[in-house]
């Protein structure tokens, strides 16, 4: 099997190791795979800030880049759910960039997802010896429809202890723009989320999301606090 990996925009720009992490987990799978170099965007952060026109004008570069691939896998629920649920409505129905739009939705996976109801997998082969809690992000839980699925993953890794962490399908507070307009909110619901985290004594808060990550990050790295916020990829291509 061969796939087209939509690495997004925060993980290439921020966490690079977001995509390593999936490519060693493919390469373990012995699953083939393409980096369409066009790639840009999906549209998301503009459409969501209400700019129709700027989402639509990046939405054209993803479909350029992606249209004659086949299957797509990308590690994060909100970018696919932007693909699979919005991005054909940025275009008048029954045109040509419609159609591809649909037609590519139809082939875009979350990571999770791929391994599990695609490939059939729950075991990679991955070892990490650390207790671990898990963060349910909102588009891939509500869009997507994707919760047992990194649970699934997560407890076939070699030495990992999965604890539940009360409100773990509550929002994290980053939300795109929200953080930034509604920033002491924002904060305040992140708070929350990382005392709960802290409280199952996980040295470890995974999430499928890097945007989730990146504003949990940094109430972290503010607090000091002994816990780490992982990609699942990163968990998943350790070994």
């Known amino acids: 099997m061969r796939v087209s990996l939509f690495i997004t925009c925060l993980a290439d720009q921020f966490r690079p190791e977001v995509g390593l992490g999936m490519v060693r987990v493919l390469d373990r799978l012995g699953v083939a795979y393409d980096f369409p170099p066009g790639q840009t965007c999906c549209g998301q952060p503009a459409r ?23 299957t797509i896998v990308a590690p994060s629920g909100s970018c696919v759910s932007m693909v699979k649920h919005h991005l054909p409505g940025l275009f008048d129905p029954g045109s040509a960039e419609h159609d591809t739009a649909r037609a590519i939705a139809a082939r875009v996976h979350e990571l999770s997802q791929f391994l599990v109801d695609v490939l059939h997998v729950d075991d990679v082969g991955a070892a990490f010896p650390y207790r671990v809690t898990y963060h349910d992000s909102c588009h ?76 949990l990050d940094g109430i972290l790295a503010r607090r000091g606090a002994p816990l780490r916020a992982m990609h699942l990829a990163e968990v998943l291509g350790r070994e």
Do not use: W, Y
């Open 48 to 70: 969501n800030a209400g700019s129709v026109a700027e989402a639509r004008a990046v939405g054209r570069q993803f479909l350029r880049a992606f249209r004659d691939a086949g």
């Open 140 to 215: 891939l839980l509500r869009e997507l429809g994707v919760q047992d699925q990194p649970r699934r993953l997560l407890r076939r890794v070699r030495g990992l202890e999965l604890v539940d962490m009360a409100g773990s399908d509550n929002c994290c507070g980053f939300g795109g723009l929200f953080a930034v307009k509604q920033a002491d909110i924002s904060g305040a619901m992140g708070g929350d989320k990382i005392d709960r985290a802290i409280a199952t004594g996980a040295q470890a808060l995974v999430a499928c999301d890097t945007g989730c990550l990146m504003h």
